[in-house]
């Protein structure tokens, strides 16, 4: 499973990450005549809301032919290039004065490559700014339905093959330090916890919504996985969230997410 498969219904499920955009927009500070790179645009839901705020070109790229195909198809008739790009070959140059990075920066295997593209990206004094779960610890909720999953005898032989697909930093002064190291100023970084209930049905939806494209994509395997692992999982994951609710019938999701903005020199 990947981001191909859940594109058609990632806009309608990516609650988290939407509701957290809202605050990632008012740090980049979008001005009417900015040329904007939506970087790992999904759907697209987020990059028309980029398309209402600057006269300027707006550009949305994500590695994913679904999610690009989706985009396209609601773009509703607004003036957005869409393209398949992964990050780590983009080749963008003195293109942009903005680049929006929403619920993306966790899924870079190599951040030094991608923040070298990005800088070439930018014009001088563009701006980047950034939003993603930060720490080992990013979801102890979705942890510990993990955790289950790890445990379970359905699915611990197969679990233990997986290899992160995330880059979590446990500091806000290590993505600082990333981001400074690529030749950006470094104005604003700083992790913030941020939480928000649901019932065990919704905690799922939200899981499936970007989670589980880590937890169940074959390549981050180094077994093969099958149907039965896949749907194990899942019930594991299901039953868990059930497991830990509150005596109202609903689960609190607790995320730690960092937030950065960073300048080009």
Not at 58 to 67: A, K
Request: aromatic fraction near 10%; glycine fraction near 6%; charged fraction near 25%.
């Amino acid at each position: 499973m990947g981001f191909n498969e859940i594109s058609a219904r990632y806009e309608r499920d990516s609650i988290v990450q939407s509701s957290a955009a809202g605050k990632l927009l008012g740090l980049l500070d979008i001005k009417r005549d900015d040329d904007v790179l939506d970087l790992g645009c999904g759907a697209g839901n987020l990059t028309k809301k980029l398309r209402a705020l600057t006269a300027g070109k707006v550009v949305g790229i994500d590695p994913s032919e679904g999610m690009i195909r989706e985009a396209e198809a609601k773009r509703d008739g607004h003036d957005i290039a869409f393209s398949v790009i992964n990050a780590d070959t983009m080749q963008f140059r003195d293109r942009f004065s903005a680049i929006f990075c929403n619920s993306v920066f966790q899924w870079f295997r190599d951040p030094a490559l991608v923040l070298k593209n990005c800088h070439t990206a930018l014009r001088k004094g563009g701006r980047m700014a950034i939003q993603a779960p930060a720490t080992k610890d990013y979801c102890p909720q979705f942890i510990a339905a993990v955790n289950a999953a790890a445990n379970d005898a359905r699915t611990a032989k197969t679990y233990s093959s997986l290899g992160s697909p995330w880059l979590f930093l446990e500091t806000a002064e290590e993505y600082a330090a990333l981001f400074r190291r690529a030749g950006f100023t470094v104005p604003f970084a700083k992790i913030e916890t941020i939480s928000s209930v649901h019932s065990p049905d919704e905690a799922m939806t939200i899981f499936e919504s970007g989670a589980a494209a880590g937890y169940l994509n074959q390549e981050h395997y180094s077994t093969k996985t099958d149907e039965e692992y896949t749907k194990a999982f899942r019930e594991i994951v299901r039953i868990s969230f059930q497991r830990q609710t509150r005596q109202d019938g609903k689960i609190e999701l607790v995320f730690n997410r960092i937030y950065l903005v960073a300048i080009k020199l």
